[in-house]
């Protein structure tokens, strides 16, 4: 099962590695990071990407957008894993924008 799990995170990263690689070196890459499953993964994936092709983890920037249903819990978790690996970081609160 390890072996089978490994298998598939290196296809994951060796297919986004072979997509960035054909965008300008200097495009920042944003991701979206919920503090979810799906999202911890794909930012996961994207680190270690950057780590593949040689570039800079400042070129990930994990955007979070807490809103009415967003935990304290998911937000930190979200918040925690941009940390850890490195990535800048923005939060963009979207509950005022739900008024309008």
């Known amino acids: 099962l390890q072996e089978r799990c490994d298998e598939i995170f ?6 986004l ?4 690689q054909q965008l300008p070196s200097d495009l920042p890459l ?3 990071v919920s503090g979810g499953l ?15 092709i ?6 990930v920037l994990g955007i979070t ?3 009415f249903g967003t935990s304290d819990q998911t937000r930190r978790n979200a918040l925690d894993l ?5 990535l800048r970081s923005e939060i ?4 005022p924008s739900c008024f309008q």
């Open 30 to 32: 944003v991701i979206g």
């Open 92 to 95: 963009i609160d979207i509950r």
């Open 17 to 20: 590695a072979k997509r960035v």
């Open 10 to 15: 290196e296809i994951q990263i060796a297919a």
């Open 54 to 59: 040689g570039a800079s983890s400042e070129r």
């Open 65 to 67: 957008m807490p809103g």
């Open 38 to 52: 799906d999202s911890t993964l794909a930012t996961i994936v994207a680190a270690k990407m950057l780590d593949a």
């Open 82 to 86: 941009i940390r850890l690996l490195g």
